[in-house]
């Protein structure tokens, strides 16, 4: 259920977040949390029904770096502006 109402949301927000800095943040924190349930979900069921002990490791790995890629995007982003808008 609260992935369902995360990713509507996430949906509603991805338009406005070429144009605003602010929405695209909290855009990405929307796919954040939309990645990160459904990895926990993929990992509870890869433990469960095959023993695959690591396959939460290795969901929690893609899920940061994944995360991490984007904030570098958005700080880049945001550099950009400061710099730009000071000249």
């Known amino acids: 259920d609260l ?28 796919m954040a949390d939309a990645a990160s349930s459904i990895s926990v ?22 899920v940061a770096v994944l995360i991490g890629l984007s904030a570098l995007f958005l700080v880049k982003d945001s550099w950009l502006i400061l710099v730009f808008s000071s000249t």
Do not use: E, K, P
Not at 15 to 21: I, Y
């Open 41 to 62: 979900m993929i990992a509870a069921a890869s433990v469960h029904f095959f023993n695959w002990f690591w396959a939460d490791a290795v969901g929690s790995l893609i």
């Open 3 to 30: 992935v369902s109402v995360n990713g509507w949301c996430t949906y509603r927000l991805h338009q406005d977040s070429h144009n605003d800095l602010n929405v695209r943040g909290v855009f990405l924190h929307g």
